[in-house]
């Protein structure tokens, strides 16, 4: 599966963002799917997760009901919508595929995710 994020851009505090992530091959629902983001001179942190079918979903504690992940199989994209954007939240948003098809929980951790896509840039204004 290889993967390209897009839909990033420069916003102001309070706005909204849809990051796509759109993926090629034919094994796209064989996978559960993940948004991670990473700040300047900060490590990766993952940001959601979700399962094969859509049916489980997983956000880190940060996100307090502001993103909302979800997917559409028949179009291979996994979808990031961003609402109350926050200065902090600036940073390159990454998808990724669960390095283990057909895991059946989902994982939060950075390494059990590859197929990078090439991120997008989201950038905050105060």
């Known amino acids: 599966v290889q993967l390209q994020a897009f839909g990033g851009g420069l916003v102001q505090a309070g706005g909204s963002l849809r990051l796509s992530c759109a993926a090629s091959g034919r094994t796209f629902s064989s996978y559960a799917m993940g948004w991670f983001r990473q700040a300047p001179g900060k490590e990766r942190e993952f940001v959601a997760a979700i399962s094969r079918s859509g049916g489980n979903i997983d956000y880190a504690d940060f996100v307090k009901g502001r993103f909302t992940i979800s997917r559409d199989n028949a179009k291979n994209t996994v979808y990031l919508q961003i609402n109350s954007l926050k200065p902090e939240d600036t940073a390159v948003y990454y998808c990724?595929?669960?390095?283990?098809?057909?895991?059946?929980?989902?994982?939060?951790?950075?390494?059990?995710?590859?197929?990078w896509g090439q991120g997008t840039q989201v950038t905050v204004s105060s």
């Open positions: 990724a595929s669960d390095r283990l098809r057909y895991r059946l929980v989902l994982t939060t951790s950075t390494d059990q995710y590859d197929n």
